[in-house]
Nanobody, 117 residues
Framework: VQLQASGGGLVQAGGSLRLSCTAS????????MAWYRQAPGKQRETVAT???????YYVDSVKGRFTISRDGAKNTVYLQMNNLKPEDTAVYYC????????????WGQGTLVTVSS
């Protein structure tokens, strides 16, 4: 399994970015997928999850601003991030699991998102 994340960059507060995670060896439409982030000096946290049947979950701090979605034809998962805040600055990772509510055993390489105030 390989996960290739991309789309990070530098953006001003209030701006938007879309992260992409292209998968091989796993099917994004049938496997649970998630986006995590880790800010400097902080623990990694789950940002958004999409389960096999399509149910989505978000950490409270991003609800209403971030949207996780998937494109089966491209075998890619996205994280649309709107109204970005400086506290969203982190390295974002995509991850995949074999089962809903299972451990996320497959990880991408991370993409840096920097939000300036």
């Amino acid at each position: 399994v390989q996960l290739q994340a991309s789309g990070g960059g530098l953006v001003q507060a209030g701006g938007s970015l879309r992260l992409s995670c292209t998968a091989s060896g796993i099917i994004v439409n049938t496997n649970p997928m998630a986006w995590y982030r880790q800010a400097p000096g902080k623990q990694r946290e789950t940002v958004a999850t999409i389960l096999s049947a399509g149910a989505t979950y978000y950490v409270d701090s991003v609800k209403g601003r971030f949207t996780i979605s998937r494109d089966g034809a491209k075998n890619t998962v996205y994280l649309q991030m709107n109204n970005l805040k400086p506290e969203d600055t982190a390295v974002y990772y995509c991850a995949a699991s074999e089962y809903d509510y299972g451990s996320y055993d497959y990880w991408g390489q991370g993409t840096l998102v920097t939000v300036s105030s």
